[in-house]
């Protein structure tokens, strides 16, 4: 799975909150794959290791939208305030080199 660290080229660019959003997008996937494979198997034994990882992954996302939030990276509470922050990383990003 490729993630946004993958592709910033300029390691000055990478701080604690291009870190944790990525891990929290990871986590958020990785999720949804536990659950979608934990509908496709048929072996219980492999249904419980999917259900542990699926909890773990679960526990993990939520540490690190709870850092996040208590950051101020990111604002779940408010939509108006997430939007803003949003566009103004998206403008930061618009900014940044490209790689050729």
Do not use: C, F, G, W
């Not at 946004?4 to 997008?25: H, P, Y």
């Not at 290791?49 to 699926?54: D, E, N």
């Amino acid at each position: 799975m490729s993630s946004i660290l993958d592709k910033i080229n300029n390691k000055d660019l990478i701080n604690d909150e291009v870190i944790a959003t990525d891990l929290l997008v990871t986590a958020k996937a990785a999720v949804r794959s536990y659950a979608v494979a934990i509908t496709e198997t048929a072996s219980p034994e492999i249904h419980n290791i999917l259900k542990k990882q699926l909890d773990e992954t679960i526990q993990l996302h939520h540490e690190v939208a709870t850092y996040m939030i208590e950051q101020e990276m990111y604002h779940a509470y408010d939509i108006d305030e997430q939007v803003s922050h949003d566009l103004e990383k998206a403008k930061i990003a618009l900014e940044m080199p490209t790689s050729k």
